[in-house]
């Protein structure tokens, strides 16, 4: 085993790399860090000393390798399978890389807002700050529904990193902003993705954890 992955299961950024592993079976050592555990967070800070998952570590080949699309492209290159999660024409592959951070940007980030939100003490809460991440949230969800009447994937007609960035943005946008009855393309798109079985797997494992998701 060459390929370890330092990640959390709740994470939804680590779930963007864990799509990709299952999309073409490759294989590799799941490493789970609790960042809560001091012991834990030392041995991963050593690892990538931002603190930051979800992050490879290829051993086969001497290189570290953070951040959640970077990984994803790493893996295209180096460990390529059936799936070509990133195009190999030019026009194609920025066009993936654009909603790839179109989710990250205006659907992972405002979400995070809100949900960080509700972690923080009585006192320091931010509801302004919430207001003006749940208008972008709604906002990048109009443009997602508008894009996918007639499209079964973001891009193209096949499965690429940009779908592995939408599937857990949406699910846990989801969980804000319910997407069916106000965003039924959208909802259509967030189910084919649910059932693909890349994550379907992804979420699988990660149900034992659901319980911690910030209400």
Not at 12 to 38: G, M, Q, R, W
Not at 110 to 121: A, E, I
Request: net charge negative.
């Amino acid at each position: 085993m060459t390929i370890k992955l330092y990640y959390h299961p709740l994470s939804s950024y680590c779930h963007k790399p864990l799509i990709a592993l299952y999309e073409n079976d490759t294989p590799f050592e799941p490493v789970l860090v609790d960042l809560a555990d001091p012991m834990a967070r030392a041995a991963f800070l050593k690892i990538w000393p931002i603190g930051k998952f979800p992050v490879i570590e290829d051993t086969a080949r001497g290189e570290m390798v953070p951040e959640s699309s970077i990984i994803i492209e790493y893996l295209a290159q180096h460990y390529p399978g059936s799936s070509q999660l990133l195009p190999q024409d030019p026009d194609g592959a920025r066009e993936v890389r654009f909603y790839d951070r179109f989710f990250d940007n205006y659907v992972q980030t405002p979400m995070q807002k809100v949900m960080g939100d509700v972690l923080r003490p009585e006192g320091q809460k931010d509801p302004f700050g919430v207001d003006q991440a749940m208008t972008q949230l709604r906002t990048a969800l109009e443009f997602v529904d508008a894009r996918m009447v007639r499209r079964r994937w973001m891009v193209g007609d096949s499965f690429t990193m940009a779908d592995c960035s939408a599937a857990p943005a949406l699910f846990y946008a989801n969980r804000l902003v319910p997407l069916a009855g106000t965003f039924p393309h959208a909802d259509a798109y967030f189910t084919r993705l649910m059932e693909r079985p890349s994550y379907h797997r992804t979420l699988k494992e990660a149900e034992p954890y659901f319980k911690l998701i910030p209400k």
